[in-house]
């Protein structure tokens, strides 16, 4: 296949290798003071006997601390250093250990191990959309890249370090959210020791993967760097399609004394399938008895695109108390894309209405800038943890030529015959220059007040002004034009039984603007979300650290369209009602045992809305459910280590559109993963090499994602049985 890719992201595996390797020679040998890892945190690290395996403790400056799979400390919920136990509010990590040991390659299957969070409608499966405790669709905003918004199409790639997802409405400190939540991706940061790896993997689906990552100190500028890359040149599961895509992302970062400061771009070039899956018959409330390999599009069903992202900092130290961050996020995306669009289904004899659609030149760009002030003073003998902080974002989309042509009826799901509906050409005038801008500023201030050894309260709020527009057409059509400001308070309250164990409540506000591209709605008031938790922490084992938690939220001041007299109004009366249960765990069982699980349940209603009142939103279901473990067998054959794991995540049934006329079905899908690391060299092996299989959907269950939310037409069918084998060398 002809790759569209830049050379430098299709890198052979061996001349990589060739590369690095000179890189880790030259660099090591450079090196004549070599910083020393960070220490250990002040609480007790496990420790392990010289024949069981070595416990990693990443502290990266400022992002937060992980022990193997659990994590000690974090900013998102915050945005100040706390520890996870000190925190009102459940948040959630996936480590970089859980990542490498799982083979994960997208953020959908990262999030699996994250309770009471679900696929949305992913836009034929080129985009991250998740739903968290009931809310959330594609391009919400809710998945962010170190705590800053941006237009990424797909967030996770090889960057990442971790993904920390923090439950409950987040507008007080990251602005326009949905209630549910924020999924933050923390990326790799330069370090000033030099550490190097090349990884590669080929999948059962035909074709594969690599990345490379190469950082470490510049010697005598007191600047350390870092360089990832990615390359993918797979074969798509199903009938035909190609994933392609390739990443670069150089970053710099300069260690003072005082004062840190980083530099990171990123560039993606990909062409994946605009895939929208299978239909479901509503006569039978089941998928169309096909199999789930074949597409009812064409194979010009492609997205082809790039994405940009530069993200800058500074972080200065007063003194041992006060602190100032500025971080900025500028990120592009621009992509164009061909689809064969189902219009309708004949159950009665297989036969598909399609049209044959296109978008060109669609261009999103978004830039946050958020400067935050932190302090720890003693008023009245208690200590205070202060934020103050300002955050500027504005967002802007523009889709020139749309292209629609007319319906064609004729493909029989039965027997598929390609070709029969040529790309369309023509520029639908009236759907045409789609544009939408909004910009919002916002200030708030925090509060984390100790009042004694076992009682923390966290109290804070922020006023945001937003302006926005949206439109579309020739000539020009303008659907949304509308400014305001919201308050959004939150509170939260903690009571430390012990050192292992705490118990929390919280109150925290949301809010989202009403925009719409295609439809008039005017200036219509914002949606509004408040949210009531509880919830207990605790701390077991040999480092296994557990969440419980019970939630009630409800988001008022829904958009819904109301005809009277032929016309159609748009009306924000509507409320929609989340509450539920969750459980997740993750860390060291012994030694040798880690495993990170999770159960969640929603009890999601539309409560009011004169067609969907008493309904359940599409895509979320009342059950997830996640198991992954791992034993570590430390040293066998010598120096070499061997490791195995395995696990399950799944959900219930879920409804597929608002009018909850037809329902995907529950599943349940295994996984299972075995790594052997040889430790020292041998003649075809000059570095640590680790070598590792996992086996994704083990008994090849056919089991249903997601649906595009509105009809019975597209819904997401998950992978079938994957094996990827993978070699990562280190230097």
């Known amino acids: 296949m002809t790759s569209p890719l830049p050379l430098g992201a299709r890198l052979s595996l061996s001349a990589s290798l060739l590369v690095l390797a000179q890189l880790g020679a030259g660099t090591a040998e450079a090196q004549t003071q070599p910083a020393q890892p960070a220490a250990p945190p002040a609480w007790d690290v496990p420790g392990s006997d010289t024949d069981l395996p070595t416990i990693v403790v990443n502290a990266e400056r400022g992002d937060g601390v992980v022990v193997g799979y659990q994590a000690i400390t974090t900013s998102t919920a915050t945005l100040t250093q706390m520890p996870v136990l000190d925190i009102p509010a459940a948040i959630n990590t996936v480590t970089q250990e859980v990542i490498q040991d799982q083979n994960a390659t997208t953020l959908e299957q990262v999030l699996q191990n994250i309770s009471n969070v679900t696929v949305a409608n992913t836009l034929g499966g080129t985009q991250d959309a998740f739903i968290r405790r009931g809310f959330g669709d594609n391009r919400d905003g809710g998945v962010l890249t170190n705590g800053l918004r941006t237009v990424l199409p797909r967030s996770f790639n090889a960057t990442t370090d971790r993904v920390e997802v923090l439950k409950g409405p987040a507008s007080t400190l990251y602005g326009i959210q949905e209630p549910g939540g924020i999924i933050n991706v923390i990326t790799k940061k330069p370090q000033e020791t030099f550490n190097a790896y090349l990884n590669g993997s080929l999948s059962s689906f035909g074709g594969g993967y690599g990345d490379f990552d190469v950082t470490g100190p510049i010697n005598g500028t007191g600047l350390a760097f870092r360089f990832i890359g990615e390359w993918q040149d797979q074969n798509y599961w199903r009938n035909f399609g190609d994933i392609e895509q390739g990443i670069l992302a150089p970053s710099l970062a300069w260690y003072g004394e005082n004062t840190t400061a980083t530099l990171a771009y990123t560039h993606r070039e990909y062409s994946v399938p605009f895939d929208r899956g299978t239909i479901f018959d509503l006569t039978t409330g089941k998928a169309v008895p096909v199999d789930r390999r074949i597409r009812f599009d064409e194979p010009y069903n492609v997205t082809n695109g790039t994405s940009d992202l530069v993200l800058a900092g500074v972080e200065h130290a007063f003194n041992d108390a006060w602190k100032l961050k500025v971080n900025y996020a500028w990120s592009q995306d621009v992509y164009a894309d061909n689809q064969a669009r189902v219009i309708a289904y004949d159950s009665s004899t297989g036969i598909l209405t399609r049209r044959a659609d296109a978008t060109q030149d669609s261009t999103q760009h978004d830039q946050n800038l958020r400067a935050d002030l932190t302090g720890t003073v003693m008023i009245a003998g208690m200590k205070n943890e202060l934020l ?94 509308g400014e305001g400001g919201e308050f959004m308070p939150r509170a939260g309250l903690v009571y430390k039984a012990t050192d292992k164990l705490s118990f929390y409540a919280n109150y925290a506000t949301s809010f989202v603007p009403q925009i719409s591209i295609a439809s008039e709605i005017g200036s219509l008031p914002p949606e509004t979300g408040v949210s009531y938790e509880a919830g207990m922490k605790f701390e077991m084992l040999k480092g296994l650290t557990g969440t419980v938690a019970i939630f009630n939220i409800e988001k008022e001041n829904v958009l819904y369209n109301e005809v009277i007299n032929g016309e159609t109004f748009a009306r924000t009366a509507g409320k929609v009602r989340s509450r539920g249960f969750e459980f997740d765990i993750s860390g060291a069982v012994t030694d040798q045992i880690n495993l990170i699980a999770s159960y969640g349940y929603t009890d999601a209603k539309i409560v009011e809305d004169p067609q969907y009142a008493g309904n359940v939103p599409a895509n979320v ?43 995907l079905p529950g599943y349940v899908v295994f996984d299972a993963m075995v790594a052997y690391t040889i430790e020292k060299p041998t003649p075809w092996a000059v570095t640590p090499l680790t070598v590792q299989l996992n086996v994704k959907n083990l008994f090849d269950t056919t089991y249903y994602v997601s649906s595009i939310g509105t009809n019975n037409l597209g819904v997401a069918v998950g992978a079938p049985f994957e094996a990827v084998l993978s070699a990562r060398m280190k230097f």
């Open 388 to 481: 103050f902080g300002a955050n500027v974002n504005d967002y802007d989309v523009l889709r020139t030529d749309m292209i629609r042509c007319k319906n064609k009826k004729g493909f029989n799901i039965y027997h598929p015959v390609y070709g029969t509906l040529p790309a369309c050409t023509t520029v639908s005038a009236a759907d045409s220059d789609q544009q939408a801008n909004q910009t919002l500023y916002s200030g708030y201030a925090q509060d984390a007040i100790y009042l004694t050894d076992q009682w923390i309260v966290v109290a804070g709020g922020s006023y945001a002004w937003y302006t926005q527009t949206a439109g579309k057409g020739r000539p020009f059509n303008l659907n949304t034009d």
């Open 621 to 663: 279901a009342a059950h997830t459910f996640s198991l992954f473990a791992t034993y570590d067998f430390g040293k066998v054959w010598g120096e070499n280590s061997l490791k195995v794991g395995g696990g399950f995540h799944g959900q219930s049934e879920a409804p597929g559109s608002a009018a909850n006329n037809f329902w």
